[in-house]
């Protein structure tokens, strides 16, 4: 299995109903797909871990970097692995207050300036994104 991290900017503040409509339509394709994840969201900053067979992955991964709904997607975690990390969510979805971002220290420097904190980017991994998700989320 592939799974890829990265981060990129929202080309417009989306709505609520923006959101939730792009989240619907990639859980539906995920599934179909055999493709796991998350995605957070956070005041017009995305940071998304798309995880599955390696094909999926990678053709998804084209299609969502050629995505106008964002720009400057940076790619910060790449691995080859035979374990999921979100094994059990289609598509995890989770939006943070600017406030609740800057809590978690791996997340607060590229949220601050995505493209300028390339240092820290490795620490951007899908357990740090895993522990974003809070039990009351997890599907039964
Ligand atoms: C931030 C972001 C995350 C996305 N995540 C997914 C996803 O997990 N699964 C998915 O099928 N499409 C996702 N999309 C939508 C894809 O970019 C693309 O629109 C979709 O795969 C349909 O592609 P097509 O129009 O070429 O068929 C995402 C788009 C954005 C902007």
Redesign the pocket.
Known sequence: MLSITYL?AASSALTPDALAH?VG??RA??AALG?T?I?VYSAGT?V?T?EGPQAAVSA?YD??VS?A??TEVIEVWRETTMRRTFSTWT?AFKELTPEEAAAVPELNDVLQEPAGAPDREPGLTPDVLLQLMDEEDRPA
Do not use: K, V
């Open positions: 990129s792009l339509q990639a394709s995920n493709i994840g995605l995305f998304q798309i998804l299609r969502i995505d709904r964002h598509m």
